[in-house]
């Protein structure tokens, strides 16, 4: 149905910045909201970032002021600019997508480590 790939995952210096990106392929007609969810070792998986068809987007308080998520509708990608990266950061991220009936998938994940 929908396939999301995920990339730009890696090691990093605390301070630093990474850009993630997520490209959906498939069935990939009615997808509205797209984003990104994270998983820290021994904790439950969080909400990071989430962006519409329309351009509204919604962050985590933790992140607000230092990630900004973006989208290209043609490309059916979204993208996740990670700056003034922290330890706390370092998770498995994973990108979402949501149709408008309410179907959401999953990419298998990418992983960013935050070295301090």
């Known amino acids: 149905q929908v396939q999301l790939v995920e990339s730009g995952g890696g090691l990093v210096q605390a301070g630093g910045s990474l850009r993630l990106s997520c490209a959906a392929s498939g069935m990939v007609s009615n997808i509205n909201a797209m984003g990104w969810y994270r998983q820290a070792p021994g904790k439950q998986r969080e909400l990071v970032a989430t962006?519409?068809?329309?351009?509204?987007?919604n962050y985590a308080d933790s992140v607000k002021g230092r990630f900004t998520i973006s989208r290209d509708n043609a490309k059916n990608t979204v993208y996740l600019q990670m700056n003034s990266l922290k330890s706390e950061d370092t998770a498995v991220y994973y990108c979402?997508?949501?149709?408008?009936?309410?179907?959401?998938?999953w990419g298998k994940g990418t992983l960013v480590t935050v070295s301090s």
């Open positions: 979402n997508a949501e149709k408008y009936s309410g179907i959401r998938y």
């Open positions: 962006i519409t068809s329309g351009g509204s987007t």
